[in-house]
């Protein structure tokens, strides 16, 4: 039996193919490149249409049919971004574009209070009443004057329209920042802060929930007809399964667009959790596992941006450039110019260089944001070490990381004496979810 993978992120959506032991056929990839909305006014503005999302994906499986590699498929996986939220009609149809985790517009109603006991709240979720989560979010989309009758994911509406239905896992409603980690259920004092009922939000996975493709796209893929289609896991989560990182002795560092620091705990319903630090959120990998960590708004694409700003080469000959500068020796940079990701509250457009001069060139200056981004890492991953008593090894992974070995190198730097290897695999989201959805978590990929 083989897998079929779906990597349902922020600047790509991904197809591809695996064995039953989760090991991936690299010539049955494919990719569609997205385009988030984003304002130039640093507003904040960070959207996706929801529609052309799902025709992406669709161009993905369809390349895939066509290269007849959809051949003894068994299983479909989806790891998919966390965190997005699209207002609904009555008949499930889109009244607006998704608003996705980059976006920092949603802001609280005025006069709103928040959780009773903030802490409290912060322990049984893993989030913080936040604009990053749907107990802002809800409020703030009524507020601009729609009238949602339901609100849903990206991932649950794409796969709604793939499968007729298909309920919210644990692991996605975990990113709303409205669940109740222990007992995985909505948590009441949540929906009465975003002023919803269980009605108006997605319906939750039961234990062991899967789907079988609709008529329509069983007659276009005829080959996953009899498949089984397993409940989504958060990219996060499944970049450290997918990086090995699957409990509590290895940390996963790891850079796509953005960049995160995670550790994966033994959490099965109804267990009493490790205290959260309040730095620190925490979200559900599936049933039995949870994630804890810290997330930043830079990661590839501030590399992307700071890269094309600067008038920079590309691949080895921005190597080459770099490979004269010592890490941390010159330019310092706070690289938040996507704002932050909570519990921060800084907007978009909060980047800054400093200590620079009419001899500081533009590679200083790309060395001094990526550098940025090595030092928020480290002290959240001395935060997540402080819950276990002992230090922690760390595999890096991403594209990004992949793409610039002087970057590595800078983490590398950062992050000593612990131990730190390296995963080069873009695809550790798809080999996550492959692995989750095998039931495999605790494999190590490969």
């Known amino acids: 039996m083989n897998v079929l993978a779906l990597d349902l992120g922020t600047s790509s959506v991904r197809a591809m193919v695996f064995d039953d032991r989760a090991t991936a056929r690299p010539e049955a990839l494919a990719r569609r490149g997205f385009d988030l909305s984003i304002a130039a006014d640093d507003s904040g503005t960070a959207t996706l249409d929801a529609d052309e999302y799902l025709a992406a994906l669709i161009a993905c499986v369809d390349e895939l049919a066509k290269g007849g590699h959809l051949d003894d498929i068994g299983l479909v996986a989806a790891s998919a971004q966390w965190h997005s939220v699209l207002p609904v009609d009555a008949a499930g149809r889109p009244l607006g574009p998704v608003i996705t985790w980059l976006d920092t517009r949603p802001a609280p109603p005025d006069g709103a209070t928040g959780p009773l006991d903030p802490e409290a709240f912060h322990q049984r979720t893993g989030a913080w009443w936040h604009r990053f989560y749907w107990t802002v979010k809800l409020p703030w989309l009524r507020a601009s004057g729609l009238a949602p009758a339901r609100y849903t994911g990206l991932v649950e509406y794409i796969l709604t329209e793939l499968l007729g239905a298909a309920p919210m896992s644990v692991s996605q409603a975990s990113g709303t920042g409205m669940l109740d980690l222990a007992t995985m259920e909505w948590d009441a004092e949540a929906l009465d802060i975003a002023g919803v009922g269980t009605g108006q939000l997605p319906e939750l996975a039961p234990l062991g929930w899967q789907g079988r493709l609709c008529a329509e796209y069983a007659r276009r893929w005829p080959q996953l007809a009899g498949a089984r289609w397993s409940p989504a896991i958060g990219d996060g989560a499944a970049s450290n399964i997918g990086s090995g990182c699957v409990d509590e002795s290895r940390a996963a560092v790891t850079v796509g667009t953005s960049a995160a620091v995670r550790l994966v705990q033994p959490a099965p319903r109804g267990a009493v959790l490790p205290p959260l630090p309040h730095r620190l959120w925490r979200y559900r990998v599936d049933d039995h596992r949870v994630v804890t960590g810290a997330a930043y708004s830079a990661g590839g694409n501030l590399f992307a941006w700071a890269r094309r700003e600067l008038r920079l080469p590309d691949g080895p000959s921005l190597e080459q450039t770099l490979a004269g500068i010592t890490p941390f020796s010159g330019v310092r940079a706070d690289p938040r110019l996507g704002g ?33 981004v090595c030092t928020m890492v480290l002290g959240d991953l001395q935060v997540i070490e402080s819950t276990v008593d002992h230090p922690v090894a760390v595999t890096l992974g991403g594209g990004a990381i992949a793409a610039s070995p002087w970057w590595r190198r ?37």
Do not use: Y
Request: charged share 20%; with cysteine.
């Open 340 to 372: 932050d990701r909570p519990p921060g509250t800084a907007p978009a457009g909060s980047g800054e260089l400093r200590g620079i001069g009419f001899g500081t060139t533009a590679v200083e200056m790309f060395a001094g944001l990526m550098e940025g």
């Open 410 to 446: 800078a983490f590398e730097s950062t992050l000593a004496p612990r131990e730190v290897a390296h995963v080069d695999d873009p695809e550790v989201g798809c080999t996550g979810a492959a692995l989750v959805a095998l039931g495999r978590a605790d494999q190590t990929p490969g």
